[in-house]
């Protein structure tokens, strides 16, 4: 392995280069940069755990790119392999710099502060002044001045006082606090769940995976652990702004379930509302979202009543105009479908078509495309119910070849071609989008990122200081030397202290201009020689 | 007075805000242009080096020396009062908007009231640092930034006034909005402060430029570097409380989860990861000064990204999409 020339380096050797290499500042940064480059994509391409539609969306639009996008793991930037190396790397760079630094930190908070330079006019801050006071009096208002801020040593002729290290602390504070964020976060990721179900006013929802319309687990939760929880939605009401520059503008939403935390346990009410969640253990219930569900009756060829309910539309604007798919499957001989619109305030207008001009069910109306023939549900694959496969379906048409259209208003019905059978428009009901999730760990999650805070705050408020105070007799005075020196690149208001502190430690009152009697006055206009 | 006699009254006064806003541009510019020295005419410092023996002959040099100070000066100060009376004009602006819907509500309820309220959080606090920090040299750069930020708000982004959606009925509004315009308010300061430095640089490298009389408007490069950190070290707290508690305390009382990787929630996270590589920049040796004022300056535009571009170009795919106009 190894050259004659050079001598190549051991195993131990290479991994303790690595090692430094990886918990270097230089690389901990690039990190940090390269994690804020990576997270950039995740919010340019749809993530398929986030708007699972708009994905399938792009991929229709994009076929070609699909392939390369699914393997680079666009559509789940947050969950591959490349982002998860960034910031893996980033934690063991954080970690190889939090136990050196705490071991530095805890060998410098027992050693004591530092002996006085030789020349103390040498650092940043510095200011000598003769007073007539014995230098013992003075180390002693030295001692007295620094102590309470400030770790305090006298030796001979010198005191040494350092104060600041809660900027350290605050340091690792902020950094071990953020491994804790992040690991919170993973375990909330991982054994959490979110899901998100369309419950139609009047009737109710058990948490069972099988009642969500989508449901997104934690790679490693348990749906036995979904807590068994029960409501029924007793009541929506919405209100809307009737006038004014933002009319239609919804003012307030709110639903009234009854709930049980438990099969067995007793029924209590709650008032839903966005940003008033239901909040029980292992889980929460929000409020989301609302809209309407057009009631039915279908009757098929035959005359019986194929198909009599509700049918949920999904609200394609602030409108509240809604798309909606109707399939009746026992209809008899042939299968009948319907797509189309339902507006809750009908209008018309030759330029636009029918569309909606107020959110609320003023006028509501519905319009739909008609279909006869297989509805294809039977092959076994899994269909949306707000898609209607129209591949084996023939559209009834009008007598001049153009799609027949079946405008409805509430008690109205309108025969089918062909005697196929009829549809009418009994009226409408609401529905709510809960979403149902639960994330564990949420409060070491939110404890953590307030003591990073914290921690933040200390390393960056926080000064760290050493001062030094001297004494030498000199022709029957006492010269004292006092000096400064900030060790966290912040030194504004290094002199003032210093000169404060000089100021202190020759006079017994703080203002060096009313001293008493001797030449400090004097000494504090003109001997003061403040160096930067 | 009627919630629409507010809202009017609103409309005015940003509009006259704007309007002095771009008086305050002009007094400084003429501040910049006295300061842009003609080398030939007066050879900077040497005149009162050779004071002594040619006091006769640069004595008239000395005199109209002095007549071009007192005219900076008399610009610049002009300047600043002008830049008081439109930051109080803005602040009754954002004020009256509160009182423009029933009931009244914090102005910061869309993208024209956040525009609005960052602007006036801006001005505030280049205002109150003004005297301590000797800011006048900021002054053409933020009145500047103020005459463009008030102008694409009230073409782009204008809204009439009214209630706030069901989704912002939180107290966390309060919270999570006015935290987040305060830390951009001092981002943006210490962005001016991170430009001006690089500036510097730049002009301080071509000799004989007619541009270096204006170095002496500028604090020293280390003082610039200084004043940028400090105002990055209050936003960066200011941001972390904003983007990453209050944020996601209020997603968890409204989405049910308290990080969704929401586009803004990204943009958040990527614009506070920049500011903490600035922290780390500055403490390292080798990225001080010029790489660390670099990375200010793309942290600021990932936050401006983040404020308008997300609503721009991501609109509804953005749960914060009501924040839009």
């Known amino acids: 392995m190894s050259t004659p020339s050079a001598p190549a380096m051991s195993p131990v050797e290479l991994l303790r280069w690595a090692w430094r290499q990886l918990t270097s500042m230089r690389t901990a940064l690039l990190l940090l940069l390269l994690l804020a480059l990576a997270a950039v994509p995740g919010s340019v391409v749809p993530q398929s755990d986030i708007a699972p539609a708009d994905v399938t969306r792009w991929k229709e639009q994009h076929p070609d790119l699909t392939p390369l996008y699914e393997r680079l793991g666009l559509f789940s930037v947050f969950d591959s392999p490349w982002f998860s190396a960034i910031y893996l790397l980033l934690m063991v760079s954080l970690v190889g710099c939090i136990v050196p630094r705490t071991a530095v930190y805890w060998r410098a908070l027992r050693s004591p502060p530092p002996a006085a330079p030789r020349n103390l006019a040498r650092l940043p801050a510095y200011v000598a002044v003769e007073t007539d006071d014995t230098p013992a009096t003075v180390l002693e208002r030295a001692r007295r001045e620094l102590k309470g801020r400030h770790r305090v040593v006298s030796a001979g002729t010198t005191v040494a006082a350092e104060r600041g290290h809660l900027r350290e602390a605050g340091n690792l504070l902020f950094h071990t606090a953020i491994i804790v964020v992040l690991l919170a976060f993973a375990y909330g990721q991982l054994f959490g769940y979110k899901g998100g179900a369309i419950v139609l006013v009047g009737k109710g929802f058990s948490n069972l995976t099988t009642q969500y319309d989508e449901f997104a687990p934690g790679s490693l939760f348990d749906p036995a652990d979904l807590p068994p929880v029960s409501f029924t939605v007793d009541d929506f009401e919405v209100e809307f702004l009737t006038e004014g520059p933002n009319q239609g503008q919804p003012v307030d939403f709110g639903a009234d379930i009854t709930y049980r935390e438990t099969p067995e346990a007793a029924e209590k009410e709650f008032h839903l509302e966005v940003n008033k969640p239901l909040v029980l253990d292992g889980i929460s219930v929000f409020l989301v979202g609302h809209g309407y569900a057009p009631l039915v009756t279908v009757r098929d060829g035959t005359g019986e009543v194929a198909y009599r309910g509700p049918v949920v539309f999904l609200p394609q604007d602030s409108s509240f105009a809604s798309f909606g798919v109707i399939k009746v499957l026992e209809a008899q001989p042939e299968q009948l479908g319907f797509d189309g619109m339902f507006f809750p305030t009908y209008s018309f207008t030759m330029e636009r078509g029918p569309f909606s001009v107020f959110p609320d069910a003023l006028n509501p109306a519905m319009s739909l495309l008609a279909y006869h023939g297989d509805l294809g549900v039977d092959d076994g694959d899994p269909q949306s119910v707000f898609e209607l496969d129209t591949s084996e379906m023939e559209q009834f048409e009008k007598a001049d070849g153009k799609p027949l259209r079946l405008d409805l208003a509430p008690g109205k019905k309108i025969e089918l071609p062909d005697g196929l059978g009829s549809i009418r428009f009994d009226g409408w009901q609401r529905w709510v989008k809960v979403q149902v999730s639960d994330s564990p760990g949420k409060g070491v999650a939110l404890t953590g990122v307030c003591l990073a805070l914290l921690g933040l705050m200390g390393s960056l408020f926080v000064r760290r200081r050493r001062a030094w105070v001297r004494v030498t007799e000199r022709d029957g005075r006492t010269l004292v030397e006092v000096a400064g020196l900030d060790r966290s690149a912040a030194s504004e208001g290094l002199d003032d202290e210093v000169r404060r502190l000089a100021a202190a430690v020759v006079t017994t009152t703080p203002d060096p201009g009313v001293d008493t009697g001797t030449s400090a006055p004097d000494a504090a206009g003109d001997d003061m020689e403040v160096k930067r | ?325």
């Not at chain 2, 001092?186 to 001006?196: I, P, R």
Request: with cysteine; net charge neutral.
């Open chain 2, 1 to 325: 007075m009627t919630t629409q006699e507010f809202a009017a009254f609103s409309d005015n006064a940003v509009m006259f805000a704007g309007i002095v806003f771009v008086l305050a541009v002009l007094a400084h510019l003429a501040e910049w242009a006295g300061s842009i020295a003609r080398p030939a005419e007066v050879p900077a410092g040497t005149s009162t080096d050779a004071g002594g023996s040619v006091a006769v002959a640069t004595g008239g040099d000395d005199e109209r020396e002095e007549r071009r100070r007192l005219r900076i000066e008399t610009s610049g100060r002009i300047g600043v009062a002008l830049t008081v009376v439109a930051t109080l004009l803005l602040g009754a602006g954002v004020v009256t908007r509160a009182f423009a819907s029933e009931p009244a509500r914090v102005p910061w309820g869309n993208m024209y009231e956040f525009t609005l309220t960052g602007a006036l959080g801006c001005a505030v606090i280049y205002l109150a640092l003004l005297k301590h920090y000797r800011l006048r040299w900021m002054g053409l750069f933020l009145t500047g930034f103020l005459v463009v930020v008030l102008m694409l708000a009230n073409l782009s982004l204008e809204q009439q006034a009214g209630p706030l959606v069901p989704a912002l009925h939180s107290y966390w509004l309060v919270v999570h909005v006015g935290a987040a315009i305060l830390a951009t308010g001092a981002f943006a300061v210490g962005t001016l402060a991170s430009v001006v430095f690089l500036l510097k640089e730049r002009v301080q490298g071509t000799a004989g430029s007619r541009l270096r009389g204006l170095l002496d408007l500028f604090p020293a490069s280390d003082d610039l570097d200084r004043l940028a950190y400090r105002l990055h070290a209050v936003g960066f707290p200011l941001w972390t409380f904003a983007a990453l508690i209050a944020g996601p305390i209020w997603a968890e009382y409204a989405w049910g989860s308290y990080w969704n990787w929401d586009p803004k929630e990204v943009w958040a996270f990527i614009t506070w990861v920049i500011y903490a590589a600035y922290l780390h920049a500055r403490a390292t040796a080798g990225w001080k000064g010029r790489a660390a004022a670099i990375l200010a300056i793309i942290g600021f535009a990932s936050l401006l990204f983040n404020f308008v571009g997300i609503n721009f170009f991501f609109g509804a795919g953005s749960m914060h999409s009501y924040a839009g106009g």
